[in-house]
């Protein structure tokens, strides 16, 4: 599903969810507690997913059966993995602007010393950047990075988006109790779905 039901979210209000890659999680990572599971393809490069009009088609669709008082106050970019991804980001966030809606972006920022991810960001309204951690140890435990992500990159490219981007920048951190115990249990878990 591309456009989805609004939800309440203490950031954002009424927000509705745009998933902007196809039904099979892509990411850059496969966090040990990701809601979605774990990753059926790790990428770090980006590719086309959606048209633009076919996103733009199916959130016109969607606000058009909303009554006004579920308007959303904003159109946010939370995927099926992980929205910079996806090559075409920042011209359907262009499309999307003709609705007069700020628009958000969900991202774990991996992909921020990517000229091109920064660009299409800096496109959005409202940016949340995922750090759960400054360490790089910690990092590989609990996202379990694709191997071809690097964490100097992805804290630099942190930095300089930080710099550069001009509207609202908030930061996202997942406390993980006990990450040793969970790094075990998921380990056990892919083994057992691997078997
Ligand atoms: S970055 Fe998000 S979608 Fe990707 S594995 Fe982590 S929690 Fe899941």
Not at 3 to 19: A, H, M, V
Not at 36 to 48: C, L, N, Q, V
Not at 57 to 72: A, G
Not at 118 to 136: F, G, H, M, N, Y
Request: net charge positive.
């Amino acid at each position: 599903m591309i456009s989805f039901s609004s939800i309440k979210s203490r950031r954002l209000g009424k927000s509705l969810g745009i998933n902007n890659i196809p039904t099979k999680k892509i990411c850059s990572y496969s966090c040990i507690y990701c809601q979605i599971g774990i990753t059926d393809e790790y990428r770090s490069t980006r590719a086309i997913f959606y048209d633009p009009s076919v996103i733009y088609e199916k959130v016109k669709k969607h606000l058009s059966i909303l009554k006004e008082k579920d308007r959303p106050d904003y159109l946010t970019f939370v995927a099926n993995g992980k929205p910079t991804l996806d090559i075409n980001l920042g011209q359907s966030i262009k499309k999307l602007k003709a609705f007069n809606i700020p628009i958000a972006v969900i991202t774990n920022a991996s992909l921020l010393k990517s000229s091109s991810v920064r660009e299409d960001l800096q496109l959005a309204d409202w940016v949340s950047v995922k750090i759960d951690t400054a360490d790089e140890k910690i990092w590989k435990q609990i996202n379990r990075p694709y191997t071809k992500i690097y964490f100097d990159d992805y804290l630099s490219g942190l930095i300089q988006f930080s710099q550069e981007y001009k509207d609202k920048l908030a930061t996202e951190t997942m406390l993980v109790n006990g990450v040793m115990m969970l790094v075990r249990l998921y380990s056990k878990q892919q083994i057992l779905f691997a078997g």
